[in-house]
């Protein structure tokens, strides 16, 4: 039954899978889409991907009952063929839809993209496929796809990993509470504590809400910090691998000194942006709710570019395909993060915005200095602008098209008015065709 609650098609497709035959098997079946995207299926998935020579997945939106009259009409079914056989991870995936109609399922049935199994086992670690909006944004999900997976370790390059800091439970007796205001933020505490961040207390481009978890004293958390860290070194698969002894000596090089990026865990495909990424000031604690990455290799001005990609539209329409409730960790490591060479016009440009628009403060002076940039408030006309270029710039750095970028804007977020960011990201979009 693989993870989570015993459901019933979890048992048939595990069934059906040891029924045929181990060459040449074929299976025709209606499954659930959690059967290719829930984290309880994952072994089967892995398994599938794995072995069979050819897995054909047709995804059906529900859409006024069109397919089952009994089921949730905002419900995705897939029709589902597999042929069993012994790849080992050479076979094919064959995706298309979701159909929302019969009409669009007849005109679209047989235009199906191809992907390599290996290519599906890397999109996640739990090899989930992902919910695409339409049957038009499969050749855009395949384009964002070229671009190497976030985690990559490349010695000649800068690699990034999550990791949490304080959890909100388990080390709850470290922090201080007061009352909160009316805006639901805590009220202020008096006698040199740091602020403890949570997800609430940041978003896109801006740093710093005010609406805290609540406060720590840094002379009794940063010791057990070091301890935490000291003790996750000597793990074989510790977070912190990679890093030199020095570094772990020094309890003055934990990230709570510096400033860092950190992205909110709770998120949904639904909400207005799903990837909530933001540069923190230093001195500010942060709970599990708001995991922060921590860098074996790079520096700040790679930082800065990983957040412009993170902060865009294009990666985050790519993440609303695979989230759900939550920004796990499975979900954001295989995400592609273009890698141009530093020479590149695109991630001079990219690393130049974002640094200025994540620096709106004279904390983050030191910060602003290696990058390059300036530090201070921004005129929000001035601010709107550099937002709408870095997702023209970020959208060339993955090579989409006008028609592509067009498209992830239309099917972004039902109902929203896209209309001008659009007009003038497509603006910058131009005149980037000219530069390069």
Request: contains cysteine; hydrophobic residues 40%; glycine residues 6%.
């Amino acid at each position: 039954m693989g993870t989570g609650d015993p459901d019933v098609y979890k048992a048939f497709a595990w069934r059906f899978w040891n029924l045929v035959t181990e060459r040449g098997g074929r299976i025709g079946v209606v499954l659930p889409r959690s059967a290719f995207a829930a984290k309880g299926s994952a072994e089967f998935r892995q398994s599938i991907f794995e072995l069979a020579d050819d897995v054909n997945v047709t995804q059906l939106l529900n859409n006024r009952s069109w397919v089952f009259d009994d089921v949730h009409p905002q419900y995705t079914i897939t029709l589902t063929c597999i042929e069993k056989g012994a790849a080992d991870g050479a076979g094919i995936l064959h995706l298309n839809g979701p159909f929302p109609d019969l009409q669009r399922y007849e005109a679209g049935r047989n235009r199906m993209l191809s992907f390599s199994m290996k290519e599906v086992l890397s999109w996640t670690d739990t090899a989930a496929l992902p919910l695409l909006p339409d049957d038009e944004s499969g050749t855009i999900f395949a384009q964002l796809r070229k671009a190497p997976r976030l985690d990559l370790d490349d010695p000649n390059s800068w690699r990034a990993r999550p990791y949490a800091e304080l959890h909100a439970t388990h080390d709850k007796p470290l922090m201080k509470f007061a009352e909160k205001q009316p805006d639901g933020s805590l009220r202020q505490a008096q006698g040199g504590v740091w602020p403890v961040f949570k997800g609430e207390s940041f978003d896109i481009w801006v740093n710093d809400t005010g609406s805290y978890y609540g406060w720590a004293d840094p002379d009794k958390v940063i010791p057990v910090l070091q301890q935490k860290r000291q003790r996750s070194a000597r793990q074989a698969r510790s977070p912190f691998a990679g890093f030199p002894p020095t570094w772990f000596r020094d309890s003055k090089t934990l990230p709570c000194w510096s400033a860092r990026i950190a992205f909110r865990d709770v998120s949904r495909a639904t909400d207005s942006r799903t990837v909530r990424a933001a540069l923190l000031p230093p001195k500010v604690f942060v709970t599990n709710a708001a995991p922060f990455l921590i860098w074996p290799s790079g520096d700040e001005k790679d930082q800065a570019f990983l957040l412009a990609v993170l902060c865009s539209i294009p990666l985050d329409w790519y993440a609303r395909r695979f989230v759900e409730l939550h920004m796990n960790y499975h979900v954001l490591n295989p995400m592609p993060i273009p890698r141009p060479s530093r020479d590149s016009a695109l991630w001079q440009r990219a690393v130049a915005l974002a640094g200025r628009l994540a620096c709106p403060d004279k904390r983050f002076r030191k910060w602003a200095e290696a990058v390059g940039v300036e530090c201070g408030p921004l005129h929000d006309d001035e601010k709107e602008d550099m937002i709408h270029e870095l997702d023209a710039v970020v959208a060339h750095l993955y090579g989409l098209s006008e028609s592509q970028l067009t498209h992830i804007f239309e099917t972004f977020h039902e109902g929203w008015d896209y209309s001008e960011r659009l007009k003038s990201t497509l603006k910058h979009f131009h005149a980037w065709d000219k530069k390069r």
